[in-house]
């Protein structure tokens, strides 16, 4: 909707981030565009989720320049709330709403920040919980749920809102491997339908199937990016040949 | 969050807009002198069993003030307090046994002397100690304040002696009694009454050093309440009254009386719950009173405190932590006596002592409260913030739709903890003179002397309505967590 005249939902510009004396993302540039899919891998520690986090300000940016869906979000002064309506989040840990029912927590925005009345925003959260395959446990806790369940939730969640953009961070890394598969299922079935998706993860068969580009990252950097099959097949980076190799062969 | 402000100034404007109405009364056109008096020192100030103040100071105060057309309001607080009170400009004058000394007439102009009351000591029944001489390396009971105190410290280097001193009067002869201390000082009328009552003790000396006692006003304040006592007083021994009233209590007729009824008198623990079961009500009713008021108080000024703390602003997380640094970390004692006293020093607003007393707990509970209340929220896993900001709801909508929830059913076990302590610490604001269950219980056992048989009631009081407050509030948790 609001998207910029180029078609690029997100652009980041030497985006910087410290925690005191150290440095971790140390001058990144990204590129966004449209209904593209963006997987971002790399080793541990080089900085993935603290990118991501950097695009709706859950971490503020030290310097550089970040814009979303039109909105300089490096600027003090725009409004954050309104920003993050349009980009949805599913976190490593799911982070449902314990005290809420799995309806009431997929209802939750819509209702206080007033987009639908009560009766609209519980038939769409009840279309949204089918559309992840959890219909029948609208009613129940998070705290009843399976892994997989909960992160399904939290997806739908996330899309209650209808954002522009989903950012992902590690979404399966908290899984059991058998819950795994379900949850890719959703993400895959969100990016035929075009959702800009930026997803931080470790799974490498679901960078290669899902992703219009993949993004390397190591020590802070942007090391290497290109389409999967470049990337995995023909590396050029020895990081990434390294980080490569050892993830791959395990 | 602006609801809650809201509550705060509506709190604070009640409690000052108190604080004006307790000024205003008491600026009325015709004057009422407010009168303390002591709650624990008969024959002079005592708590007869029909409830009512009694003894030589009270009915004296009284026919003066009837033979000079006065009005008088009498603040029966005890001597500590009702002193405290007219030097802080709480009260406007004082009876209540007290000595003229040199000290004294600094910070208080005396009226003339009323009564001569000289110095004794009594020991335990059994007791092989006959002089001051069997004394030393004893130890000595004696009552904050009072002349036999000064008295007992001015002869305490030459026969060498240990000291313990009581706020009450009975706690002082309980000392003896129990032997932990061998003897008590004390003026001679106030002895030979309780004795004459039932204490287990004996006078071994000749009443000496003694001083008048004198009503008293604070030094430069009301001197026509002096004059008119004065002209009274005069009055009184004229036309033979003021010998009456003397009598009345330390007259020979009055020696059997007292025998006859402590004889009569049914000093089971059925039989003590009987005879006070008004003055156990009233003080029980008191500290109910001070409980749920000061736990809805409390409750709210915490909260109001502990979101303080966790909200995303330096100056409110400052303020906050002052508070509670404050507030938790003076002893609650220190605090009604600051706020009691210290306060209308300062303003030169008078405060009563029920409101004194809820503001104190408000405070220091509060704290508390504000204590576990941040740390109830930081216990909330900071990814459900973070998960409720990135839908876009804004921090306040995020704090009361995902983060409170969760951290009150944190905070509940804590909650109930502070109210029981609550309960509890009400006991304290018996210093300043509130007729609460302790203070009850102290009064009652100056009339009757019966300490144990009188605390294991209250004891058993104070049990049952704390069983009864956790029943209830476990009640609450559980229609929470459902």
């Not at chain 2, 030097?87 to 000394?101: L, R, S, Y």
């Amino acid at each position: 909707m609001n998207a910029a005249e180029n078609n690029n939902r997100v652009v980041v510009t030497d985006l910087v981030k410290n925690y005191g004396s150290n440095e971790v993302l140390k001058g990144l540039n990204l590129t966004v565009k449209n209904n593209e899919v963006v997987c971002m891998i790399g080793p541990s520690g080089s900085g993935k989720s603290t990118f991501l986090r950097c695009l709706n300000k859950l971490e503020d940016p030290t310097s550089g320049s970040v814009i979303v869906d039109g909105y300089d979000i490096s600027d003090n002064k725009t409004n954050m709330n309104k920003v993050r309506e349009g980009i949805g989040m599913v976190f490593q840990h799911f982070n449902l709403f314990p005290n809420l029912t799995v309806l009431e927590n997929v209802m939750l925005a819509p209702i206080e920040l007033k987009k639908a009345d009560k009766e609209v925003a519980t038939k769409e959260a009840r279309a949204l919980l089918d559309e992840v395959g959890l219909a029948e446990k609208a009613d129940a806790y998070p705290a009843s749920l399976s892994g997989g369940q909960e992160q399904r939730v939290a997806i739908a969640r996330a899309l209650a809102m209808h954002p522009d953009i989903m950012l992902f961070d590690e979404p399966t890394s908290a899984l059991d491997p058998e819950m795994v598969g379900d949850v890719l299922d959703v993400m895959k079935k969100l990016a035929k339908q075009g959702m800009t998706m930026i997803v931080v993860t470790h799974e490498m068969g679901f960078a290669k199937e899902v992703a219009d580009r993949v993004v390397f990252m190591a020590d802070g950097h942007i090391m290497e990016e290109g389409d999967p099959q470049q990337l995995f097949d023909h590396p050029q980076n020895p990081r990434t040949q390294d980080f490569l190799r050892k993830v791959l062969n395990a | 969050m602006r609801k809650k402000l809201i509550w705060f100034a509506l709190l604070c404007s009640t409690v000052f807009g108190a604080l004006l109405a307790t000024t205003t009364t008491s600026h009325a056109a015709e004057k009422t002198y407010t009168i303390g008096t002591d709650i624990t020192y008969a024959p002079f100030d005592f708590q007869g069993t029909d409830g009512k103040y009694t003894g030589i100071d009270i009915d004296l105060i009284k026919a003066i003030a009837k033979e000079e057309n006065m009005k008088i309001d009498l603040k029966p607080v005890g001597f500590n307090a009702a002193v405290q009170a007219v030097e802080a400009n709480q009260m406007d004058g004082v009876i209540a046994g007290m000595t003229i000394t040199k000290e004294r007439k600094q910070q208080f102009d005396f009226s003339d002397p009323y009564y001569y009351a000289g110095e004794v000591m009594a020991v335990a029944k059994g007791s092989k100690v006959k002089s001051f001489k069997d004394l030393r390396g004893k130890n000595v009971a004696l009552k904050v304040g009072t002349q036999g105190a000064a008295y007992a410290k001015s002869i305490q280097k030459k026969y060498g002696f240990k000291i313990t001193e009581f706020d009450q009067s009975n706690d002082m002869y309980n000392d003896v009694v129990t032997g932990n201390s061998v003897a008590a000082f004390e003026d001679y009328p106030v002895m030979a009454y309780g004795i004459q009552n039932g204490i287990k003790l004996k006078i071994v000396t000749k009443p000496a050093k003694g001083g008048n006692y004198g009503f008293a006003v604070k030094k430069g304040e009301n001197p026509e309440l002096l004059t008119k006592f004065n002209a009274g007083l005069k009055a009184l021994k004229k036309n033979g009254q003021y010998d009456k009233i003397v009598a009345k209590y330390l007259g020979k007729s009055s020696v059997a009386k007292a025998t006859a009824t402590a004889k009569k008198q049914d000093n089971s623990l059925w039989g003590l719950v009987k005879q006070n079961t008004g003055a156990l009500g009233g003080g029980l009713l008191q500290t109910l009173y001070l409980t749920v008021i000061s736990i809805i108080l409390a409750t709210i000024f915490g909260v109001i405190i502990g979101l303080m703390q966790v909200v995303p602003a330096k100056w409110a997380n400052w303020l906050s932590s002052t508070l509670i640094y404050i507030f938790r970390g003076m002893p609650l004692l220190v605090l009604a006596l600051f706020i009691y006293i210290g306060v209308p020093n300062l303003t030169g607003n008078k405060i009563s002592a029920f409101l004194a007393g809820i503001i104190t707990l408000t405070l220091n509970e509060g704290a508390y409260t504000a204590a576990f209340v941040s740390g109830g929220i930081r216990a909330v896993d900071n990814g459900q913030m973070e998960a409720a900001r990135s839908l876009g709801l804004p921090y306040g909508k995020a704090m009361r739709r995902v983060i409170l929830p969760q951290g009150i059913k944190i905070m509940i076990p804590s909650f109930i903890n502070q109210f029981i302590i609550t309960l509890k610490d009400t006991s304290i604001l018996s210093v300043i003179g509130i007729l609460e269950l302790t203070q009850t219980g102290k009064i009652i056992i100056a009339r009757n002397l019966q300490g144990f048989k009188v605390w294991t009631i209250i004891a058993i009081m104070y049990i049952v309505i704390i069983t009864l407050l956790t029943w209830l509030s476990k009640a609450v948790e559980r229609r929470m967590n459902k």
